[in-house]
């Protein structure tokens, strides 16, 4: 069966540092990952786009990685901040339409 | 920066009842969806719409849901008996091109079925 696996469900750190969540999936051959944030109550917002071609994407604090071979992408946010405290999915598109992870939820320390 | 807009933020129906949930999606998108996510859980795909037509729908998507576009701005998500699990918030979200950006949500829709 298919399935993506975000294999944290809550991270905790402090400000300053980077924080590394990771999505892993299988029976899926999608040509794109996304990265969302959602905020309690709120829809997802989205954040990144990476092509099954890419390796890393980057903008401004967040660094998106994407192995095909791995089935695996990583999500990294550096020099966190109490504001990027939230949950973060992983999506991946295929057939026209996005599957969502479960989430990791992330909370830093001041 | 344009946003997708749904309403009402809150819906509280009997069960039994028939619901419309309202969307604006943003005016230059040409995909539409409907997702569902129940409290605790992950966001859950129900229905892709694209050219006055359902392109991809879940197996949630059962005869209780239909989805319209009446007009070239309102997408609309009717579900027709309520039930007590339907109870969620529904997120509608549009797109450009699948694959070169990313899906805008709105801030969804709270159905509480009583």
């Known amino acids: 069966s298919q399935k993506i696996e975000q294999n944290s469900e809550a991270l905790n750190i402090q400000e300053g540092k980077t924080a590394t969540l990771t999505c892993n999936y299988t029976n899926y051959s999608p040509a794109y990952l996304q990265w969302y944030r959602q905020d309690p109550g709120r829809g997802p917002v989205f954040l990144l786009l990476?092509?099954?071609?890419?390796k890393e994407k980057r903008k401004e604090r967040l660094k998106v990685t994407f192995d095909t071979t791995l089935k695996q992408s990583l999500f990294h946010i550096t020099a966190s901040q109490p504001a990027d405290s939230a949950t973060y999915l992983c999506a991946l598109e295929h057939d026209y339409k996005l599957s969502f992870g479960a989430g990791t939820t992330v909370t830093v320390r001041a | 920066e344009p946003e997708v807009t749904q309403t009402p933020s809150h819906q509280v129906t009997q069960m039994g009842q028939e619901v419309i949930l309202r969307c604006v999606p943003i005016?230059?998108?040409?995909?539409f969806y409907w997702y569902r996510q129940i409290l605790g859980q992950k966001v859950e795909f129900l229905v892709s719409?694209?050219?006055?037509?359902?392109?991809?729908k879940s197996e949630i998507f059962d005869d209780q849901f239909s989805v319209e576009r009446p007009d070239g701005s309102n997408f609309t998500l009717k579900i027709r008996s309520t039930k007590l699990e339907d109870s969620a918030m529904y997120f509608c979200a549009s797109s450009e091109l699948p694959g070169n950006y990313g899906y805008t949500f709105g801030s969804g829709t709270r159905l509480t079925v009583v």
């Open positions: 005016s230059n998108h040409l995909y």
């Open positions: 990476i092509r099954e071609n890419e």
């Open positions: 719409f694209y050219n006055n037509e359902i392109s991809e």
